[in-house]
């Protein structure tokens, strides 16, 4: 199964991205230590691994400490051996559709009262599963409901949704010129 794998991470020079070649890796922990290996200094690492034009799996580090990992679907766990290494062990479900929908009430409105056809959105597509921590992108302006929408986004393919994602948290340039190289 195809796939890319691109790091962005925050260090005290700024955003900075790289591809990480996650071929032979044994364990979770050991995707771990690659993503380390780009900045070991880096106060947060991501990585976006989109596989087959079908799976988005971001993983976060904090001051290369405390994994965290969502995935846009479970089943890229029974598709592939990276799948099942990246996500096969992740037992918390995400967020489900109220409880984000709850908690993105509670954080405030704009006080308009108005909703927009993107909050009347399904919070996930269907027959997609998604795992783990949808929270892991919240102190960067994207909450978990707008994770789940943007992953279960008619049309949108990973590469998308790691763009846009991208985009919010400030490398988006980066991460761009790392897929143009």
Not at 42 to 63: C, G, K, N, Q, W
Not at 85 to 105: F, K, M, N, R, T
Not at 162 to 178: F, H, P, R, S, Y
Request: glycine share 8%; hydrophobic share 40%; with cysteine.
């Amino acid at each position: 199964m195809p796939y890319f794998a691109g790091a962005a991470v925050r260090g005290a020079a700024g955003w900075t991205a790289a591809e990480i070649d996650l071929g032979g890796v044994a364990d979770l922990d050991e995707v771990a230590d690659r993503l380390r290996d780009v900045d070991l200094d880096a106060e947060v690492s991501l990585l976006f691994v989109e596989a087959d034009d079908v799976y988005l799996t971001i993983l976060r580090l904090d001051e290369g400490e405390n994994l965290r990992v969502f995935s846009c679907d479970s089943a890229f766990a029974e598709e592939s051996r990276l799948g099942a290494l990246l996500v096969g062990d992740l037992q918390a479900p995400v967020l489900d559709a109220d409880e984000a929908a709850d908690s993105d009430d509670q954080e405030g409105s704009s006080g308009s009262g108005n909703t927009t056809d993107e909050d009347e959105e399904p919070a996930a597509d269907p027959d997609a599963d998604p795992i783990g921590d949808a929270d892991l992108l919240t102190d960067f302006g994207i909450s978990a409901q707008r994770l789940l929408t943007l992953c279960a986004h008619d049309g949108m393919m990973p590469a998308d949704v790691t763009a846009e994602v991208c985009q919010i948290i400030g490398c988006g340039d980066e991460v761009e010129e790392l897929r143009e190289a």
